[in-house]
């Protein structure tokens, strides 16, 4: 099947910068979330990004306007059965991906590739709520998704050789690079650096240090461009608890418990970036 209509389930910080990636490759978008309001918010990211990428003369207007133009927005998830293949972004909570995925099963064609951009929920449960699990992957994009080259790509046990070569195929039509990684809880990206940012975060809870001086010496001493814990706060807190407690539950090891203060932001609302307060203020 040619892919010409790319779907896109969630429209906050991932779900815009993958529908933003997706027009400007060429494809038609449809862009969906909960409601207009959602949505909207979503589109005018895109449209400062754009803007902004027009300003500094790295894109034309016509380029700006043509990419516009290709994104449909969607309040009501039947709209995907006018796409080719499907990428689900929205809040990292498996029972709501479990839910999205039955409804995606049943609004798409049933040749059609039904993806995920989870951070860490294993594909093989979420392919087992279908009737298509061959038909299911991932495609984790990184953050933010215009800028970042990584796209990890996670093959369930029932994922087919098809479906996986299409999704390396509009990976590169995206201008990203593929990494495989096997089917397990955070699969290779957070099972590696989401324990370093919940130490991070155990390191400022037990006040080894404050916030800044945690992120100078990653920064500094270790040449990581963002510290952890202002990396977290770009993640989002809320999406950082929901991986620690994936590896958490999926391992049963306690290396991988959230940290307490973590817990503690996310239940005041203090989400990062997102909601203007995290480890530091916006
Ligand atoms: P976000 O909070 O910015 O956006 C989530 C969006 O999903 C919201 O707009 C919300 O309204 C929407 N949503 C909730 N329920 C929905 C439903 N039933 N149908 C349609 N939309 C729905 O979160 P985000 O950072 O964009 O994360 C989205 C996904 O991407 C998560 O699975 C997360 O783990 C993953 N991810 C996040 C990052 C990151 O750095 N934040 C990086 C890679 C992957």
């Not at 010409?4 to 027009?23: D, E, L, P």
């Not at 006018?82 to 689900?88: F, G, I, Q, T, W």
């Not at 409804?103 to 059609?112: E, F, H, K, M, T």
Request: glycine residues 8%; contains cysteine.
């Amino acid at each position: 099947m040619e892919i010409k209509t790319f779907g896109v389930v969630g429209s906050g910080q991932m779900g815009n910068g993958i529908a933003q990636v997706a027009a400007m490759s060429g494809l038609n978008v449809i862009m969906n979330d909960i409601s207009d309001e959602f949505v909207n918010k979503g589109l005018a990211t895109i449209t400062n990004n754009l803007d902004r990428s027009v300003e500094k003369g790295r894109i034309s207007k016509e380029v700006r306007d043509a990419t516009l133009s290709r994104i449909k927005k969607s309040a009501d998830i039947k709209d995907m059965a006018n796409a080719d293949y499907v990428v689900e972004a929205a809040t990292e909570k498996e029972e709501l991906k479990f839910g999205i995925f039955k409804n995606l099963d049943s609004a798409c064609r049933p040749g059609v590739i039904l993806a995920t951009n989870t951070s860490s929920i294993p594909i093989g449960r979420i392919a087992a709520k279908t009737s298509r699990p061959d038909k299911v992957i991932g495609m984790h994009f990184m953050n933010p998704v215009p800028v970042m080259k990584l796209v990890e790509v996670i093959r369930g046990l029932a994922t087919s050789d098809e479906t996986y070569q299409i999704t390396l195929e509009l990976t590169k039509k995206f201008d990203k690079t593929p990494a495989l990684s096997n089917d397990f809880p955070g699969f290779i990206a957070n099972r590696v650096a989401m324990p370093m940012i919940n130490e991070a975060i155990f390191a400022l809870y037990h006040s080894v240090g404050t916030a800044e001086d945690i992120d100078t010496v990653l920064k500094l001493g270790f040449n990581h461009p963002m510290g952890p814990l202002a990396l977290a706060d770009l993640i989002g807190l809320d999406t950082c608890l929901a991986i620690m407690e994936t590896l958490y539950e999926g391992f049963k090891d306690s290396k991988y418990r959230p940290c307490p203060l973590l817990r503690k932001y996310v239940e005041a609302g203090w989400l990062g970036r997102k909601t203007g307060r995290g480890f530091y203020k916006y």
